[in-house]
């Protein structure tokens, strides 16, 4: 099963891919076969992701997921 992790700063405070990267490292064993991480142009918004993959083995599955450069997505 995959897993998913974000951060959501409302504050002065920037959301840092390092930080993303130890939520991501945390539930690894969710998901090992890929990983990826994300934040918004300003550092506000932060999302991770850990891939099992079972059914869809290319990496077009890979997330987050990205449209039309303004709307990201994980599940």
């Not at 090992?32 to 550092?43: I, K, M, S």
Request: hydrophobic letters at 35%; charged letters at 25%; glycine letters at 10%.
């Amino acid at each position: 099963m995959c897993g998913i992790a974000g951060i959501l700063s409302n504050s002065r405070f920037k959301v840092e891919r390092t930080i993303l990267q130890k939520m991501t490292d945390a539930i690894a064993h969710r998901g090992p076969d890929g990983e990826g991480q994300w934040t918004d142009a300003n550092q506000r918004i932060g999302l991770g992701h850990r891939r099992l993959s079972i059914l869809d083995l290319s990496e077009n599955g890979a997330q987050p997921m990205h449209y039309l450069e303004r709307y990201s997505i994980t599940f």
